[in-house]
């Protein structure tokens, strides 16, 4: 994937919203945040996807994580759009803000333009784009979604805890993990260091390799 990228540092970008202009540094401040495009207003999947948003917001707020959307309609657009999202997900709001991009010059900046879909004037339209962005600034990680199929929220809850975790502590989340399931250890952590690092202790799986290399422990 070309452009901004897992490591990149996020650009200070000054972006109009349905909650007034915003630079994206000054929004992050000192949060995990998530930044989401969706390919156009007043489509299906898209207000599906919104709602859920919304549906999470109190579950990303208690995780300390902030919201942003983004697609290349106007704000005008976004607030006209957002009473239909409203009324479909059975009256939650719609608390974070949403960015509008009419230039593209954000998406492109992004990393969130889908090459294969144009809209009804052969415009350039963003992909399903998500970004986390940590409190440095930096992407963490990113999903990159076609027009045709809708994100998982649960699975953007479950990586961002991941993230928290393994920004807090040398370890890593393997698959299938679920907050409160045992984490793994990071490779480079030594055998004393692991010691000394996790003194609730930890497992360490036996293999046929004899390699101490896959160690359990849990943590919050
Ligand atoms: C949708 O949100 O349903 C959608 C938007 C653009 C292309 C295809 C589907």
Redesign the pocket.
Known sequence: MPGLTIGDPLPNLEVETTHGPIKLHDYVADSFTIIFSH??DF????TTELGAMAAYADKFSKLGVKLLGLSADDVESHNAWIKDIEAYCNGCKVTYPIAADPHRKIIKELNMVDPD?KDSSGNQVPSRALHIIGPDKRVKLSFLYP??TGRNMDEVVRVVESLQRAAKHKIATPANWKAGDAVVISPGVSTEQAKEMFPQGYKTAHLPSNKPYLRFTNVD
């Open positions: 390919p156009g489509t299906p999947v898209c879909e027009a045709s």
